[in-house]
């Protein structure tokens, strides 16, 4: 039995990759560039403090290393996902709690819904599907063309 992970598994994985290793630069190497002028809405949440955006930036940068591990053996590295995932749902979990105790408003949630809430959704569906054991067997979508043959 192939344990090849599919390739839109492949793709997600570098694309949310990309996404965190960009992010965690900015915000590592340009946090003023990052706090006021790349993400609509940030500089609503209180002072600039470059420390503290710098150090968020490494958050980023590390779940970036784990997915890129990831990204070149989903099986092998699946862990990096879920650790991606659990990362990834706190951050998410963060903002939830922060829009319902009056401290963002819902004015940039179109923003939030891209950069945080689906990407993080995307990690937890990939961390679930490539966590399983392998000799179960994985759903349809999970399966390669190869697995179906024999």
């Given at each position: 039995?192939?344990?090849?992970?599919?390739?839109?598994?492949?793709?997600?994985?570098?694309?949310?990759?990309a996404?965190?290793?960009?992010?965690?630069?900015?915000?590592f190497?340009?946090?003023?560039?990052?706090f006021?002028r790349?993400?609509?809405?940030?500089p609503?949440?209180g002072a600039?403090?470059?420390?503290?955006?710098?150090?968020s930036?490494?958050f980023?940068?590390?779940?970036?290393?784990g997915?890129?591990?990831?990204?070149?053996?989903p099986?092998r590295?699946?862990?990096?996902?879920?650790?991606?995932?659990?990362a990834?749902?706190?951050h998410?979990?963060?903002?939830?709690y922060?829009?319902?105790?009056?401290?963002?408003?819902?004015?940039?949630?179109?923003?939030?819904?891209?950069?945080?809430?689906?990407?993080?959704?995307?990690?937890?569906?990939?961390?679930?599907?490539?966590m399983r054991?392998?000799?179960?067997?994985?759903?349809?979508?999970?399966?390669?063309?190869?697995?179906?043959r024999?």
């Amino acid at each position: 039995m192939n344990h090849k992970s599919p390739a839109w598994i492949y793709a997600l994985l570098w694309l949310l990759a990309a996404m965190y290793l960009a992010n965690g630069i900015e915000m590592f190497f340009f946090p003023a560039t990052w706090f006021f002028r790349l993400v609509p809405g940030v500089p609503e949440t209180g002072a600039f403090n470059a420390h503290l955006v710098a150090d968020s930036g490494t958050f980023f940068l590390g779940v970036a290393a784990g997915l890129v591990f990831a990204a070149i053996d989903p099986r092998r590295n699946a862990v990096a996902v879920l650790i991606a995932a659990i990362a990834s749902l706190m951050h998410a979990i963060l903002h939830i709690y922060s829009h319902e105790a009056g401290l963002l408003s819902y004015q940039h949630i179109v923003t939030e819904i891209v950069g945080i809430y689906i990407p993080t959704a995307i990690l937890c569906v990939l961390a679930f599907l490539l966590m399983r054991p392998a000799g179960e067997s994985a759903p349809a979508a999970l399966r390669t063309v190869e697995e179906h043959r024999s």
